[in-house]
């Protein structure tokens, strides 16, 4: 192996501002060339020894890319789209990113013969650092390579900055950056915005995204407000400023995404399918695309693009990371509904083959489908016999599974003439989800097919009533000063209802308040860190999250700091 780990090391700020193309030195870094045919690959590391490299790996396949990539550090990967069987280049790249098997500051090349539409848009949006055509020249790989490794280390710092969570600390360095990177400012700001949001500032990041739409009328700033709007429940003006993006660029996949998803939140689904087909033609290859259309059209019950999705769903997620049981459990209930049973099982029994070993409830979840299966084709007798399973599974165990089993678990148990086990799962996603519109209309829906409207409807208020109860008990508590009996009240809400995430939020915002006024204290640290990560995981990505995060950390001793980073440097290689 010629290539060894190099770890990152802390530098001054103005250092990693852009140097002159001639002082890169291209001798010292760590190269990986992915490509299937072996005269390309010969040709493209030619091509890297002309420029002064000397440690070159190189792959011949997506799996062999893989586990390179999971013993080294590389700084510039140059990979094809296109490698035969197994995982194909966007896949290899997507993988990386989820695994963190990439630096920052690596530089990502993307090389394909391919000039296709749906490969380059494929391609894109796993945002390659660069997309080259083949053949390709040392004339255009050095330019190419110089433009994006200047790039980079304008962003390292923030890039590294990003992937420890600390999203404040990367928006003042995005800042620090245009002092001293003028060239790069616009796209300072489009990171700067982002940060913004990430970190439960989206007043601050309205402000750079309005900055940059005076200068000039960029569709990334155009969508960036839309997705403001949209957290703030302007769903109507979301929809507007999206489709007006798209009217603009009609190749800005994420847009359409972002439409789709203001369309659902509206209760709007027909619609919302119908941007995702126009989305899905554009760009076919994306696995939670195909996911999430299959989904709303089975929801409609328009079958044939439930199938048409779910089937290229499972075709392109075959190698991905991306891959979840999710298409085959919902072409299962495709094949139900035409009447295919076999068809259905067999799709049940790879489903549990290929994830029962990463996915606890897999066997709950296919027995769910199964049962709505054999009811959608009439095979009531089976059906009955499903859901007398599911019941005896329930009592087994205290765990509930995610809310979309639960409503469909509860809808077959309700279809086969269960009243009572169905009742307690929608009590249960009602009170953990006490202040979402959408899903609650989901529940009355089912009631409403269960023949159960006016007792529906006063079950949903009272659960609705117990979870917001339990919330602001403990929140008055806490603002009247009361922070332990506040702490404690919190403690027994999240056992009621542990997937709350107001009030995981909340119990969290409390035990940090406790911190800020009583000193800190490791045990109460521990706790909100492990609430916050549960919240995390339930719905990744949210502005309260990185808010309170970010509030903690600026909570943790000094000392403790200090004692941290020595540890880590002795750590080093």
Sequence with gaps: MNATATPATAMPLLSVAPAAPDQVDWADKNYLVVDDFVG?????????????????????????????????????????????????????????RVRNLVNPSTVWLMVSAEKSVESVMGAAEHQPDAYLIKPITEGVLLTRLNRVWHKKQVFRMIDQACAEKDYLRAAKLCDAQIEVSKLHELDLLRMKAKLMERSGQPTRAREVYERVLEQREYQWARAGLAKIRMANGEFEQARQSFQGVIAENRYYIDAYDQLALAYQHMGKLEESCAILERAAKLSPNSVPRQRNLGNIALKLGNVPVAEKAFRKCIEIGEYSIMKTPDAYLGLARVCGQRNDTKEALRLLLVAQREFAHEQPDMQLRAKITEGLVYHESGDYRRARKAGEDLEAMLKATAERPDVPACLELATLLFAVGVKEAPVELLCYVIRNNHDNPLLLEDVEKIFDKARMKEEGLALIHASKKEASSLMNQGVLLWKTGKLGEAVEW???????????????????????????????????????????????????????????MEQLGQLQPAAASADDAADGEAKRP
Excluded: W
């Design 40 to 96: 390309v690959r010969q040709l493209l590391r030619e091509s890297l020894r002309s420029l002064g490299a000397k440690n070159i790996d190189q792959a011949s396949s997506g799996g062999e890319a893989m586990g390179l990539l999971a013993r080294v550090r590389y700084d510039v990967v140059l990979c094809d789209y296109n490698l035969g069987d197994g995982k194909n280049g966007q896949q290899v790249l997507e993988e990386a």
């Design 490 to 548: 919190m403690r027994n809400a999240r056992k009621a209802v542990p997937n709350n995430q107001r009030i995981l939020f909340n119990a969290a915002q409390i035990l940090v308040s406790t911190l800020q006024q009583q000193g800190y204290d490791e045990g109460l640290s521990n706790e909100a860190h492990e609430i916050l990560h549960h919240v995390d995981r339930l719905l990744p990505g949210q502005q309260r999250f990185a808010q309170l």
